[in-house]
């Protein structure tokens, strides 16, 4: 008796044991086969600028504002980055690739008049080693490393730490480009700031004036090359350089100008360009030593958040 009653309960086991795993138990998670496809992003974790002021703080968020020479300066404005995108940009060579910033679907007018960020300034000659062939083409050098002390929250370095750090850059840049260029394009100066800095930003092409304002708005600084001579800045010696960079800062629409903060001069700090005058003087290079521009204007530009 007591063998058929064991033999009744496996029985049942097994019936109830199969009723559960036909209509109880769940079914087991997507594979990449067939999870959804997610969208492809670019190196910041956005596929346009567009995602990027849809993820900015609102004005009223902005709670670190405060006025300095009447623009405004904050710290906040940073956009978060999403794991995928950190990891994508662990491939250099592939995050370099000119990203597509769409601006169509917002208007200037609508953001905030005036903006400035709280960026360190660093001349490419901090001791007026102008006489030194390094320091007299240190622009690319001396921007990327105000961007990099921005998105770390650092202070000002004095002149003799700044002349290190410009130093340090140099040698770097020996050993990456296997030489000693003079002069670095956009794409190659964002590409060895990714490889010695690690700090996020994007490559982009053809960036307008609207552009510009709209990415200082959204929270980034915005790094570009252009035709020193088209600047127009009298602190320049003599008509100023064919082939200059510096770091955009903040802008001021009812005054029409972009705040910079320009290595070519010791007064670089947070020296005012019309906006036309310096959109129009934007004008990339190519890598080496004064290589003579060519006839095609390549607007392009580096785009850096915290």
Known sequence: MFTFLLRIIAVGLLLWGVWWWMFVHESPLPTSSNAPNGQQSD???FTTLNDVVSSTPAEEER???VEVD???NTDEGEVDVSDSAEEAQEDID???EAATFDFSAFDTEDLPEKMMHDVPFVSQAPLAQWDDARFQDACEEASIVMASLW???QEKPSEQDATTMLEDVFAAEK???????LDTSTYDTERFAQSYFDFNSTYIENITKNDIVLALAAGYVVIVPTDGKALKNPYFSGDGPDRHMLLIRGYDQKKNVFITNDPGTKRGARFAYDMDILHGAIRDYDTGYHEP???TVRKNAIIVTR
């Open 70 to 72: 009447n623009i405004t």
């Open 63 to 65: 709670s670190g504002a």
């Open 94 to 96: 592939a995050a370099t």
């Open 151 to 153: 998105t770390q929250n």
């Open 293 to 295: 521009f060519g006839d």
């Open 43 to 45: 190196r910041s974790g």
């Open 175 to 181: 050993e990456f480009f296997s030489g000693d260029p």
